[in-house]
């Protein structure tokens, strides 16, 4: 039975509903006031009363302004997540297979018009979720692309990102974040085409306007705040184990991070390490960490790996780092994670910035049921049929009485009129 040997103590959150009243409220504001009403939150919230879309001048100033090795890196994230996607694109095919003599069904994969990406900008400017979530909308085939994020006071969007929108392969970029933001592109404000997806990772209002525009558009997921679990044995390095968890509680104060392990001696060594790990950060960085640490970190000890396995998979992390032996038997056994990283080579934050796969992921246990952003997410998959005369008897019989059972007499016509056109004179049992 498992052993918690630090257990989380969550703060009180903000009330949901209190959540949802401001989000519905500024969603209705927009809805009434358009255009203007987002340039009027836009300054209210964001100090910015510049231009809404990025001129080309201005993105050309953000990349003139760049160091050549910051051009190089994102370069370099840019290539590794095209060829990622790209892959994953292969993978999507349409296909199409004779069910009956004459009857041929099949399905078909069309990419949406119009995606909307967001890009977070608040305590960090994060400059991989642009190429995350444009490059993956433009490798799927989606005709027109918006990217937005918060701009800042007198400086509006940071040039990194502006870069990286760019380069990527964003037709518009919107210099606005928050739900102006995502009502904008919902909308299609701004002489934008109103967006069939919106995708992204946002604080806890962006969130809540997804979710409330679900169903008008279409969205990735749902996300809360960032966790990551790591599963260690004896084998691991206490010391690598420390940092990677620190790392990840450095995104925000309620961030939570897990450690499941078979050895209590690693477990004493990493808690042991991780207060002088967080004193060493940064100010901001640090006052994250400390309290996801404080508050939300959980260190698990089980009885052996299989036990460590069942931990991991009720926890559903949407980032899972395994530092243990025998990497080919956990990558066989573990089932509910958002994305997976094998051995102490690897670390979440390759995937984070530049290794790959997609980073934007399920949180709060939505690796139960659902993966992260890929291309597919951009993907309609819609079937079709067609069907000989000779194929539409056999159906058109089964289909009347089927009909007839569940009392839908309309639907048992549809296909007593084609048995009476295809084969005429002949009788048959329809219910």
């Not at 003599?101 to 099949?106: K, R």
């Not at 525009?213 to 044995?233: E, H, K, N, R, Y």
């Amino acid at each position: 039975m498992a052993i918690y040997l630090k257990q989380a103590n969550p703060r009180p959150e903000a009330e949901t509903g209190d959540v949802r009243e401001a989000v519905q409220g500024l969603l209705a504001q927009i809805a009434r006031g358009g255009e203007d009403a987002a340039r009027a939150l836009t300054e209210r919230f964001d100090g910015w009363n510049g231009e809404i879309i990025v001129s080309p001048e201005t993105i050309r100033a953000a990349r003139d302004a760049l160091p050549d090795q910051t051009k190089a890196d994102i370069a370099f994230a840019h290539s590794n997540i095209r060829r990622f996607a790209e892959a994953q694109a292969e993978t999507i095919r349409d296909t199409e297979v004779e069910i009956l003599p004459g009857l041929i069904a099949g399905q078909k994969q069309i990419p949406v018009s119009a995606a909307g990406c967001y890009v977070p900008g608040g305590r960090y400017a994060h400059v991989a979720s642009a190429i995350m979530t444009v490059t993956t909308a433009r490798v799927a085939g989606v005709r027109h692309i918006t990217a937005c994020s918060p701009p800042r006071p007198g400086a509006g969007i940071p040039p990194a990102i502006l870069y990286a929108m760019d380069l990527c392969g964003a037709d518009a970029i919107l210099s606005m974040g928050g739900v102006q933001a995502v009502a904008a592109m919902a909308q299609g404000l701004f002489g934008l085409p109103k967006a069939d997806i919106l995708v992204g990772p946002g604080n806890q209002y962006v969130a809540e306007a997804k979710r409330i525009l679900f169903g008008q558009v279409g969205i990735d997921m749902v996300a809360g705040p960032t966790d990551s679990l790591i599963l260690a044995d004896e084998t691991a390095d206490a010391a690598l184990v420390a940092a990677d968890l620190v790392g990840q509680a450095e995104h925000g104060y309620n961030s939570p991070v897990w450690l499941v392990t078979d050895s209590r001696a690693l477990a004493e060594a990493v808690m042991a390490l991780v207060p002088g790990l967080i004193d060493s950060l940064p100010t901001l960085n640090r006052d994250n960490a400390r309290a996801a640490w404080a508050d939300y970190a959980e260190v698990i000890l089980c009885a052996d790996r299989e036990e460590m396995a069942a931990q991991s998979d009720r926890i559903a992390p949407e980032h899972l780092h395994v530092q243990c032996a025998d990497l080919d038997w956990w990558l066989g056994r573990l089932t509910a994670y958002g994305s997976l990283f094998l051995g102490e080579e690897t670390t979440v934050a390759f995937g984070d910035k530049a290794s790959g796969p997609n980073h934007v992921l399920p949180t709060s246990g939505a690796a139960r049921y659902t993966g992260g952003l890929s291309v597919g997410k951009f993907m309609k998959t819609v079937t079709w049929q067609r069907s000989t005369r000779a194929a539409a008897k056999p159906l058109a019989e089964a289909t009347a009485r089927i009909s007839r059972l569940e009392g839908m007499e309309g639907h048992a016509r549809t296909a007593d009129i084609r048995l009476a056109k295809y084969f005429p004179g002949e009788t048959f049992d329809l219910g």
